[in-house]
């Protein structure tokens, strides 16, 4: 989910998923604070931080957080992903 907006695609292997989410990730930086969150996944959540160590802002270290019930209800367990804020300057340039 990007600005209110759901979108979903479909790639065939772990690792080219992990790919393109570092990808879409990619596309929205830089960030103010980025954030890995799992569900009862904290080996996925390892691999998702090696591959995006290049993205995440460097004067902070990473959350890693559980997501809540609410939305691992949804997901199911074993889901990975990232909570990013974008950096001030790029959310005024994405509106221009």
Do not use: N, Y
């Amino acid at each position: 989910m990007h600005s209110g907006e759901f979108e979903m695609e479909r790639v065939r292997t772990r690792g080219g998923a992990f790919a393109r989410l570092v990808e879409l990730l990619a596309q929205l930086a830089p960030f103010e604070k980025l954030a890995l969150v799992h569900t009862h996944a904290l080996q996925k959540v390892h691999l998702l931080r090696q591959q995006a160590a290049h993205l995440f802002p460097d004067d902070q270290e990473p959350v890693v957080a559980e997501v809540t019930p609410v939305i691992g209800t949804h997901t199911g367990p074993g889901a990975a992903g990232f909570v990013a804020i974008q950096a001030r300057k790029a959310r005024m340039e994405m509106r221009a």
